[in-house]
């Protein structure tokens, strides 16, 4: 089983993927997509006056701080983006069917009180936030459609333990979709995988296969992809297969990934 993670910023074009994901099924795979939607719910929220804000945690990941009008949108941008990616598919000859993560408790997990985040060299809580951490996938409802020969395309929110919709992260989602059911994680991205010198694509990491090969590559991950690096790490502790991180613009993304053109996570890495 393949999990394919597509992301949402705005260089990320799905339609290499969609291809793969076609190929893939009519060979007999199965395969769940988790998608992302930054870029469309940062516009959505330019279209209503309101300014996207992204903080920072200590721990130096970059992540949206998601109030009650924020979440509003967000909800409306990722249904979106999910029917558009569902069509695509459909059009392609896959029977795609969208879910979030609140239908039937697909993801499902802990909400967040409060947050702390780094700002001006100091760490603060931040209230008000409508984020959470997902502790729970219904496995049982994704080998249920894949049984049925439907592909499940799966966006956030997820559903909090006080039955209130929250956002969480797309790419630790995506992780722990692959933990859950052992499958191999592919994350698409706009660059080729994770660099030592962010700077210069010929420095790409190609293979996380010992703890001390983890720690380097967290430490060379900056910006967004900490957040890859992190969620590749939960995905292998959760018991994926493996973990590659590749660049969504390639030919043919999925299937060059798992043949290594990626950096790839290796279970050995958490041992």
């Known amino acids: 089983m393949i ?3 597509i992301g949402g910023a705005r260089a990320v074009d799905p339609h290499g993927a969609i291809d ?6 009519g060979e007999g795979e199965a395969v769940v997509v988790v998608h992302g939607g930054s870029t469309a719910v940062d516009d959505a929220l330019e279209a209503v006056g309101t300014e996207p804000e992204y903080v920072e945690t200590p721990d130096g990941v970059t992540g949206r701080f998601t109030d009650a009008e924020t979440m509003d949108v967000f909800t409306m941008a990722m249904g979106k983006v999910n029917t558009d990616l569902v069509t695509d598919l ?12 609140v239908d039937g408790g697909l993801l499902t997990g802990r909400r967040k009180s409060a947050v702390k985040v780094r700002e001006d060299g100091k760490t603060k809580i931040r209230r008000g936030d409508h984020s959470g951490t997902i502790t729970n996938v219904n496995e049982d409802l994704l080998e249920t459609l894949l049984d049925a020969g439907y592909t499940p395309v799966v966006s956030v929110p997820m559903l909090a333990e006080d039955g209130v ?4 992260d797309a790419d630790r989602a995506a992780a722990a979709v692959a933990g859950a059911t052992g499958a191999s994680l592919v994350v698409l991205t706009d660059v080729a995988g994770v660099y030592e ?6 420095t790409r990491i190609e293979s996380v296969d010992s703890p001390a090969a983890l720690d380097r590559t967290k ?3 900056e910006g967004f992809m900490t957040k890859k690096v992190l969620a590749a790490t939960e995905a292998l502790e959760g018991g994926a297969a ?4 590749a660049e969504a613009t390639a ?9 290594g053109d990626a950096t790839r996570f290796e279970p050995d890495a958490i041992a």
């Open 3 to 5: 999990v394919v993670k």
């Open 20 to 25: 793969d994901v076609a190929t893939l099924v």
């Open 90 to 101: 459909q059009n392609a000859g896959i029977s795609a069917v969208g879910l979030n993560g």
């Open 165 to 168: 919709a929250v956002n969480t």
């Open 197 to 202: 010198d962010p700077a210069d694509p010929t």
């Open 219 to 221: 430490a060379a991950a």
């Open 242 to 245: 493996e973990v590659v991180v």
């Open 251 to 259: 030919e043919t993304p999925i299937v060059s990934a798992l043949e």
